[in-house]
């Protein structure tokens, strides 16, 4: 099993010591000096839940300067917001900043808002995401584009500086759609998934399925999964749940629509500006006792062994621990180490 960081950072607190990306870059190190896999950031817009990162190849370019054997991962690119050309322009200038360590995982969008920067509908970005998976690669291996220049005429294009790495590594971002993870393992890409919306049991169905595609397209071709889970550890349970009560609670708050997505696919006409404080908090605490019992890594080493024990088992390759949802950067620096004891250990 491997161990990567993520970064998904509520950004609603007003910060004037100019220390937001402190987490970030001290938690990258850290994970670099011990032989952590890779660090992950996404794409987010138009929103404090997120919004550190509105650009991870800017992230990843700071990333590339301060770190030495880490790779360096966009979780993810919302591709359907830009142009391919401009993906592979991006990532290429990181993958030789960093040496050769970037790797992308495309997302097809969440926010209907965010399409304010796409060219396309937002009803077509799940075909966009795939068609533009393939044209990311092309262009990384050194091949042409075609696109339309300002005077209305198809132009063949490349794109510069030339990456280091031959092929780029490619994850697609599911929420936890079969579909989906179908979509990943024929288009020969990685799968990187979360708990937000499924359960451990659900998640093992789909990698089977994963799988499945995966060898029977690509000829014994097994993929990568990737699961992103919250993640402090300390000396015991008591001092996990007391450090990240008040903060996780706050982050979920601040994530509230994604909470409440759920209940909106089972009832459409769900409004969850209809909801009072009594009603938020209610979920809140739900989502709280959830995530620290069930949907992240909480507590002690010896107390998640066993959990990633049983997530290698249905076959996932890496937990990528999101570390930033509000504690203090000194504390969660601190708890890394207990971190580190669980990587070693699963290894």
């Known amino acids: 099993m491997d161990f990567s960081l993520f970064y998904f950072a509520d950004d609603s607190t007003p910060n004037d010591g100019g220390g937001r990306y402190e987490l970030l870059l001290e938690g990258a190190r850290f994970a670099d000096r011990h032989g952590f896999r890779a660090v992950w950031t996404p794409e987010r817009h138009f929103h404090a839940f997120g919004g550190l990162y509105p650009n991870p190849a800017v992230v990843g370019a700071a990333l590339a300067t301060a770190t030495e054997n880490i790779e360096i991962r966009a979780g993810s690119v919302v591709s359907p917001l830009h142009h391919p050309v401009r993906i592979a322009e991006e990532w290429s200038v990181v993958d ?8 992308v995982s495309f997302a097809s969008g969440w926010h209907p808002v965010d399409f304010a920067l796409s060219r396309g509908p937002y009803e077509d970005r799940k075909r966009v995401m795939m068609d533009s998976i393939e044209q990311v690669r092309s262009l990384w291996r050194g091949e042409s584009l075609d696109v339309v220049d300002g005077t209305g005429r198809t132009t063949p294009v490349r794109v510069f500086p030339p990456p280091v790495q031959q092929e780029l590594p490619v994850w697609v971002t599911s929420a ?75 982050y979920l708050r601040s994530s509230i629509q994604l909470i409440t997505r759920s209940f909106r696919e089972a009832d459409p006409d769900f409004d969850t500006d209809e909801l009072d404080e009594e009603d938020i908090d209610f979920i809140v605490s739900r989502s709280f006792d959830s995530y620290f019992d069930e949907r992240g ?36 620096l601190g708890g890394l180490r207990h971190v580190n004891t669980l990587r070693e250990a699963s290894q």
Not at 232 to 241: C, I, K, M, N
Not at 302 to 324: F, Y
């Open 176 to 250: 936890g759609e079969v579909e989906t993870f179908r979509a990943a393992a024929t288009a020969r890409a990685g799968v990187l998934t979360h708990l937000l919306h499924q359960d451990v049991t659900e998640l093992a169905t789909k990698i089977a399925e994963y799988r499945r595609v995966a060898q029977e397209t690509h000829n014994g071709w097994n993929g990568h999964v990737v699961l992103m889970l919250h993640t402090f550890l300390a000396d015991s349970r008591d001092e996990a749940r007391e450090a990240v009560r008040e903060p996780l609670r706050d």
């Open 297 to 332: 890594l909480f507590g002690t080493v010896s107390e998640v062994a066993d959990t990633v024990e049983h997530l290698r088992g249905i076959g996932v390759d890496e937990i990528a621990c999101l570390i930033d949802f509000g504690v203090d950067t000194k504390t969660v």
């Open 96 to 103: 030789n900043l960093s040496g050769g360590r970037v790797g």
